[in-house]
């Protein structure tokens, strides 16, 4: 069953993305008349920026810089973004810590759009990641009753549920992966294998994955997630991937099997690490992010700030 990346919000780099506006014959005044939104003023000013290094008129382009700051600054979010917000700082919803961390900050410093922020607020409230609080039930205490002594029985012995994971209950198997156009393109069929634990039939697992270039740096600006679920009868998983290499013709793609993205020692795989490149067929590979083992690849993700302190119940 092949599924797309769902979308959690996608980050969006100012620097690169600037659609020429103001245009270059354009005054600062007549771009900003046109009431423009936060995330579109901060995309002007890469470009007033952009320009200033081209041309080296610093002082005509640092002035036109500043008008559009003042113009960022004074700019507020939409009605419809403040009763988001304000709902998760009143805690009317709860949300991942991952979402406020990044997705708020950054429709706060207008690095997303509105909409954007907006399309993935919705889609988590869908998926039920972003809820309501959880409150008990009000258990009434009956009133006591004397009754006659009864015969003891023997303690009813509870089954432990087996929730034990192993990090080869699901096996991955590359089917293609290159670079194509400057995106990286490629397809993963995950199988679950006969240790898999029958506990888990049925419930969503994680497969995460992450691109870095030849330096070892990350070239996207989030983790990629994409949910796994395998069932007695459908055993296998394929998630294909198409993400933007920013330039790069060579990378290498980490991908994990985890219980949670929030729940990292739960390894239901191995590591598996492939390079990829424009002209050679993909290699598989050991090491990287992921090759110094779970630990590894808690620590670098936490770097990042992608695993959510929050606790996930089964």
């Not at 007033?48 to 559009?68: A, P, V, W």
């Not at 998760?88 to 954007?116: H, R």
């Not at 296998?236 to 790069?248: K, L």
């Not at 770097?303 to 119940?313: N, P, Q, S, T």
Request: glycine share 6%; proline share 7%.
């Amino acid at each position: 069953m092949a599924r797309p990346n769902p979308k959690f919000g996608e980050t969006h780099d100012v620097t690169t993305e600037v659609n020429l506006y103001p245009s270059t014959t354009e005054s600062t005044t007549g771009f900003l008349s046109k009431n423009p939104s936060r995330f579109d003023i901060l995309r002007a000013i890469a470009w007033r920026q952009k320009q200033q290094s081209q041309t080296g008129t610093d002082e005509f382009y640092q002035g036109e810089i500043q008008t559009l700051h003042n113009a960022f600054n004074e700019t507020p979010l939409s009605n419809v973004v403040n009763v988001v917000l304000n709902k998760l700082t009143s805690q009317q919803m709860i949300a991942p810590a991952w979402f406020v961390n990044n997705n708020v900050n950054q429709v706060l410093q207008g690095k997303i759009s509105e909409p954007a922020f907006i399309e993935s607020y919705n889609y988590l409230v869908s998926t039920n990641l972003i809820h309501e609080p959880i409150t008990p039930p009000v258990i009434e205490t009956p009133p006591v009753i004397e009754t006659p002594p009864v015969i003891e029985t023997p303690p009813v012995i509870e089954t432990e549920i087996n929730d034990s994971i192993t990090s080869n209950m699901v096996i991955q198997r590359l089917d293609n992966f290159s670079i194509i156009d400057g995106r990286a393109k490629g397809q993963i069929t995950f199988t679950a294998t006969d240790n898999f634990n029958p506990y888990y039939y049925g419930k969503s697992i994680v497969n995460i994955v992450q691109f870095k270039d030849p330096n070892g740096a990350d070239i996207l600006t989030n983790v990629k997630t994409n949910n796994l679920n395998f069932t007695q009868t459908e055993r296998t998983e394929t998630i294909q991937y198409d993400e933007d290499m920013r330039g790069n013709t060579r990378a290498t793609v980490e991908s994990f099997v985890w219980e949670w993205i929030d729940k990292p020692l739960g390894a239901f795989s191995k590591m598996f690490s492939i390079q990829i490149s424009e002209k050679e067929p993909p290699k598989p590979i050991q090491g990287g992010f992921m090759g110094a083992g779970v630990a590894g690849a808690i620590a670098g993700l936490v770097l990042l700030g992608f695993i959510a302190d929050h606790k996930r119940g089964k």
